[in-house]
């Protein structure tokens, strides 16, 4: 049974960068049978899909998020990391990340970011 | 950018009642449509890809059905542990995207 854990600051200060890390068990990030998806959702609102990762470092970014957005893998930990940098209010939300076989089938149990100072 | 609009927002049924969903692409998407379950305070919850393949371990009263832009998701009999707000996303591209939710509770 594939698990997956974020972690990361819960709080982050506005301009700046935030930084999760998503912890996979279960399963091997490099066997190349999935791609890896950070999800948002702020508080009280719907889902967004923030992007994905494939075992070699190839990603694909929500056009909306694209120019603060890098998603990063350290396959030796079995684990990949989203970073957003330029942080706003807008950006308090749970981020979840989730196994992404182009729909979404394990999800972690999301991390509550709150930007402010 | 293909957009994806669920209808009612919210619903409320009795216990029982048949509950219908409906997600709509503004492009055709064959079947690369998904459905979750997202109970509150919970992680969503996968229950149907492919437009109509239920996931393992979902009741039988939930059924997708649709192609191309118009889908459906069905509850046959809604029971009250089925309150939640369902999502519908597309996969047909690269771009995931998620409808904007329907929230259904018991009347």
């Known amino acids: 049974q594939v698990q997956l854990q974020e972690s990361g600051p819960g709080l982050v200060k506005p301009s700046q960068t935030l930084s999760l890390t998503c912890t996979v068990s279960?399963?091997?990030?490099?066997?190349?049978?999935?791609?890896w998806s950070w999800i948002r959702q702020p508080p009280g609102k719907g889902l967004e899909w923030i992007g994905f990762l494939y075992y070699s470092g190839s990603t694909y970014y929500n056009p909306s998020l694209k120019s603060r957005v890098t998603i990063s893998v350290d396959t030796s930990k079995n684990q990949f990391s989203l970073k957003l940098s330029s942080v706003t209010a807008a950006d308090t939300a749970v981020y979840y990340c989730?196994?992404?076989?182009?729909?979404?089938?394990?999800w972690g149990q999301g991390t509550l970011v709150t930007v402010s100072s | 950018d293909i957009q994806m609009t669920q209808s009612p927002s919210s619903l409320s049924a009795s216990v029982g009642d048949r509950v219908t969903i409906t997600c709509r692409a503004s492009?055709?998407?064959?079947?690369?449509l998904a459905w979750y379950q997202q109970k509150p305070g919970k992680v969503p919850k996968l229950l149907i890809y492919?437009?109509?393949t239920l996931q393992s371990g979902v009741p039988s009263r939930f059924s997708g059905s649709g192609s191309g832009t118009d889908f459906t998701l069905t509850i046959s009999s809604l029971q009250p542990e089925d309150v939640a707000t369902y999502y519908c996303?597309?996969?047909?591209?690269?771009?995931?995207?998620f409808g904007q939710g329907t929230k259904v509770e018991i009347k």
């Open positions: 996303q597309k996969y047909n591209s690269a771009r995931r995207t």
């Open positions: 989730a196994r992404d076989g182009r729909y979404f089938d394990f």
């Open positions: 492009q055709g998407i064959s079947n690369y």
């Open positions: 492919a437009a109509s």
């Open positions: 279960g399963g091997s990030i490099s066997s190349g049978d999935y791609y």
